[in-house]
């Protein structure tokens, strides 16, 4: 075997070698995002399955809030069929708003507030809020490192040539940054 028959061989090889390392190192950041993804579906999907539950306590409480429930259980349809991040972000932020209006409506009514039933729900709600928002966090750290391998070089090379993409960050809508004021201390004669 001649000399540069051996160096181009040696090339190769290295080609070869560098290229299964960049692809297996974008399938393991790809799956990373995949699993962040899918631990705020579970988050997203245990705040669904405790609104009925949460409804149905303030309905036996609160019955002519028809609207608060209606606007809470299309919030949360359209969250259980959100097709992408963006769909599911969006439905996010009308569930949250809507589930502010029902805690709302809650303080008119200190026996509700009083349900033992009623707390521990919304404690449950309170710390699937929390693990949500640690999700969402991951997910997108998974996505910024998933993002900026693909487009480092030499990585973008195979990255673009195994139809590797950019994925999308959960993003809040606009408006999410303020707070909603809910106040269940003070009784509402008080409050005035």
């Not at 028959?5 to 080609?15: G, K, M, R, T, Y």
């Not at 631990?39 to 409804?55: F, M, S």
């Not at 090379?157 to 195994?162: K, N, P, S, V």
Request: overall charge positive; hydrophobic content about 45%; some cysteine.
């Amino acid at each position: 075997m001649s000399k540069p028959l051996i160096v181009v061989v040696a090339v190769l090889v290295l080609l070869a070698l560098f290229g299964f390392g960049s692809y297996n190192s974008l399938v393991n950041l790809d799956e990373t995002v995949e699993s962040c993804w899918s631990q705020i579906d579970n988050q997203l999907q245990r705040r669904a399955d405790l609104i009925p539950n949460l409804v149905a306590t303030v309905k036996g409480y609160a019955a002519h809030e028809e609207a608060v429930f209606t606007q809470v259980n299309e919030a949360r349809a359209k969250l259980a069929g959100a097709q992408s991040v963006r769909d599911a972000a969006q439905a996010d932020a009308r569930l949250s708003g809507a589930l502010s209006r029902l805690l709302a409506v809650v303080e008119n009514y200190p026996n509700l507030k009083a349900d033992a039933n009623f707390r521990r729900l919304q404690d449950e709600l309170a710390g699937t809020e929390n693990r949500i928002a640690v999700a969402r966090m991951d997910y997108n750290n998974a996505v910024r490192r998933f993002n900026a391998a693909i487009r480092r070089f030499p990585t973008v090379i195979f990255a673009r040539l195994l139809g590797f993409t950019p994925k999308d960050y959960f993003q809040a809508e606009p408006g999410a940054q303020s707070v909603p004021k809910v106040d269940f201390g003070t009784p509402p004669a008080a409050r005035q």
